[in-house]
């Protein structure tokens, strides 16, 4: 074989090679419509329109119209915080890596100013906002809330002193799920979120001289059954 020869075949091969990976490229994104396209079709309910990353995104990256995409995205499966305004995020220094084909949230641009402060001796967790919370409308950080877990057998306090770090109306990026972020005593976060991840948990906003609200309170039942209650109103 001459040495002409074996150049036009490696440039054949390398060509090839090229060819084979832009198809990849464009089975495995044409695959990704595809699965999403099924999903709006499966599931229904309102689109919403979301910033994702074409090829992934790395810390330090800027966005540009090269490096994202705007999608449809069914609005009960976009992420908390997910970005739905390409132009507020163009030029903007990414802080946290995004996937490939992942929505862009306010977690990938999250800086120090927006970190909040946790208390000494408390934990910081989010709690999702939705209808069964009934959160009071006036609840602002610096806040303090009660939590109740509601059950068939009976209503109980999990936690009576949740302060409120952030409420749903701070949050600094359109999103389609809001959410609360809460201080919590230690011993409380494992019943807050159980009782969230189950969808029992209420949270009210006591007036300042309430009192009895904790478990160990005698001046106040922290359970409430479903037959005491009854015999209540009658």
């Avoid at 091969?13 to 990849?24: F, G, K, N, R």
């Avoid at 992934?56 to 976009?78: N, P, T, Y």
């Avoid at 408390?122 to 009660?146: E, F, I, N, Y």
Wanted: glycine share 8%; hydrophobic share 45%; aromatic share 2%.
């Amino acid at each position: 074989m001459t040495r002409r020869l074996r150049f036009v075949l490696s440039g054949a091969l390398a060509l090839l090679a090229a060819v084979l990976c832009a198809s990849y490229g464009q089975h495995v994104r044409d695959e990704a419509d595809r699965v999403r396209a099924e999903a709006l079709e499966r599931y229904g309910g309102e689109v919403v329109n979301l910033v994702v990353a074409s090829d992934g995104l790395e810390a330090g990256d800027i966005v540009d119209r090269q490096s994202v995409v705007e999608r449809d995205w069914i609005f009960d499966l976009a992420p908390e915080g997910a970005v739905t305004d390409l132009e507020s995020v163009l030029g903007t220094e990414v802080t946290v890596p995004v996937a490939a084909g992942a929505p862009l949230t306010s977690l990938n641009f999250r800086d120090d100013a927006d970190a909040v402060e946790v208390p000494s001796g408390r934990v910081a967790l989010s709690v999702p906002v939705t209808d069964k919370l009934a959160l009071p409308s006036s609840v602002a950080a610096g806040g303090m809330l009660v939590a109740y877990e509601v059950q068939d057998a009976g209503t109980k306090v999990v936690s009576s002193s949740l302060q409120v770090l952030r409420a749903p109306g701070e949050q600094t990026t359109v999103g389609s799920h809001a959410a609360i972020t809460l201080a919590a005593l230690p011993d409380d976060v494992a019943p807050v979120l159980a009782a969230s991840a189950q969808g029992s948990l209420r949270l009210a906003l006591p007036a300042d001289d309430v009192t009895g609200l904790s478990g160990e309170s005698k001046t106040a039942p922290t359970v409430v059954s479903a037959e005491s209650a009854k015999g209540d109103g009658a």
